[in-house]
């Protein structure tokens, strides 16, 4: 079966197009046939994350029914997919959003899990990512502001006929994170299915233009996203083993913390 999974938030820099970047690759590297779709289309850095150098066909080209989609679709680290968007402006004009039904139709013919990197905002094409996924994921930063946007979105989502499956908290340090899981999940009234801690290792890794789960995959940040991953491909998560003992021991702090709910 497969399983459509737009990845938004109200505002940009939360972290969508990293998460999208690392459950897309983990999702490959547990054996599922998965792609992931840059839908951000004014602000495309989801293809530069996947290493991608050298992209003549874009989302851009195919929205604008210039090119077939097969032609716009390039190889990730485990062979995951690709689509990414291009980085013209004139690109983006042409692109006409409501063909991204259509795009996805035919992208989940050849796959097990479709990731979609949404834009920030609501304009028409960052609706249409939420009207179009099974089911919705909301990227949260451990501030209130963050948290009122991503109840937004939820709205929205819902507003067009839409589901969300739960957030994912990510940036969460032992001094920022001022709203508790619970907290979070009474307000926002749906599941937290994640935290992935404040990592250094994200910025580098993107340095290098790699998704965090391949350059650096013993960080915190990718045993989390590899955990969420597990958790969406219905695998049990195992755990590497790891060198770096005291960080280890950080994160859980950091997990305990926030599971148990600080007030
Ligand atoms: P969005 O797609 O929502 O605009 P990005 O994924 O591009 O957000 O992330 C915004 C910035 O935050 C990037 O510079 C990225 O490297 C950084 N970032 C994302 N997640 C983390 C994290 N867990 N720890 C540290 N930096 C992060
Ligand atoms: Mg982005």
Same mark, same amino acid.
């Given at each position: ?7 938004? %938030? ?13 459950? /897309? ?31 003549? +066909? ?16 390039? =190889? ?54 939420? /009207? ?7 990227? #949260? ?33 032992? =001094?920022?994170?001022? #709203? ?21 290792? +994200? ?6 233009? %790699? ?7 013993? %960080? ?24 770096? %003992? ?18």
């Amino acid at each position: 079966m497969v399983k459509v999974y737009t990845i938004a %938030s109200g505002k940009g820099g939360t972290g969508k197009t990293t998460t999208s970047a690392n459950l /897309a690759t983990c999702l490959a590297e547990l054996g599922k046939e998965t792609y992931v779709m840059d839908a951000d289309m004014g602000m495309a850095n989801l293809g530069i994350i996947m290493g991608l150098e050298d992209t003549p +066909i874009t989302l851009h080209e195919v929205l604008a029914g210039n090119a077939k989609v097969s032609e716009a679709v390039y =190889e990730g680290p485990y062979g995951v997919k690709v689509v990414p968007s291009g980085i013209s402006l004139k690109g983006f004009q042409n692109a006409d959003p409501d063909r991204l039904r259509d795009v996805m139709r035919e992208l989940i013919e050849r796959c097990e899990f479709l990731i979609i990197d949404a834009p920030a905002g609501i304009s028409r094409d960052g609706v249409i990512p939420l /009207a179009i996924a099974d089911e919705v994921i909301l990227i #949260v930063n451990p501030e209130l502001s963050s948290m009122v946007d991503a109840l937004k979105t939820k709205i929205l989502t819902e507003l067009v006929g839409g589901k969300v499956k739960g957030a994912i908290l990510t940036r969460a340090t032992m =001094e920022n994170t001022e #709203v508790s899981k619970q907290k979070m999940e009474e307000v926002l009234g749906v599941k937290v299915i994640g935290i992935v801690p404040e990592d250094q290792n +994200i910025r580098k890794s993107a340095a290098y233009k %790699s998704p965090v789960v391949v350059k650096y995959p013993d %960080s915190g940040a990718a045993k989390a996203y590899r955990r969420i991953a597990a958790n969406l491909a219905g695998t049990p998560y195992v755990e590497n083993q790891t060198k770096d %003992s005291s960080r280890e021991r950080f994160i859980e702090r950091l997990a305990r913390s926030v599971f148990k709910g600080k007030k």
